[in-house]
């Protein structure tokens, strides 16, 4: 019998009391973009770039702890202003890693913003890379990137 193929992406839904306007600066604009950051680490003192056009990208430090610190971000694939943002989520010598035969491997990130009776709905898929085998995309999913997603997400609740 032939196992189940592995899923290679998942999506989240939020809905956000807030116009679509707000939530797309949330996601694009440096001095916005602070909710990133896990509130049980320290906050990096190295400043948010970002160049939201096609191509650009969005480069921002992640501070675990003395011992683990990265940088994270993406390029920007698609830009549709309050509406949709595609990028390939990674960053150069980051998590994950954008540089050569990697930058391939990294995810595809869709955010899609519509507008909702109650603010904007928010779905946020993440797309695995084909290069990748279906064990590394389930110990990716399963090892935290799901869960780290959500987790993000849901700070956009205090906009």
Do not use: C
Not at 39 to 68: E, F
Not at 77 to 99: S, Y
């Amino acid at each position: 019998m032939t196992p189940a193929p592995t899923e290679r992406s998942f999506t989240l839904s939020r809905t956000l009391q807030a116009p679509r306007s707000v939530v797309f600066d949330a996601w694009t604009k440096p001095e916005h973009l602070d909710w990133f950051y896990n509130p049980a680490m320290p906050t990096p003192s190295t400043p948010i770039h970002v160049d939201l056009k096609v191509g650009g990208i969005w480069r921002q430090h992640m501070v675990v702890n003395d011992d683990l610190q990265y940088p994270t971000g993406g390029v920007y694939l698609e830009v549709v202003p309050d509406e949709r943002l595609v990028f390939r989520w990674g960053a150069t010598g980051g998590w994950p890693e954008l540089a050569g035969d990697h930058e391939h491997e990294a995810p595809i990130v869709t955010v899609t913003l519509r507008d909702d009776v109650d603010g904007t709905h928010l779905e946020l898929t993440v797309t695995f890379s084909d290069q990748l085998t279906d064990e590394e995309v389930r110990n990716l999913i399963e090892g935290g990137t799901r869960d780290g997603w959500g987790a993000t997400i849901d700070r956009l609740y205090n906009l």
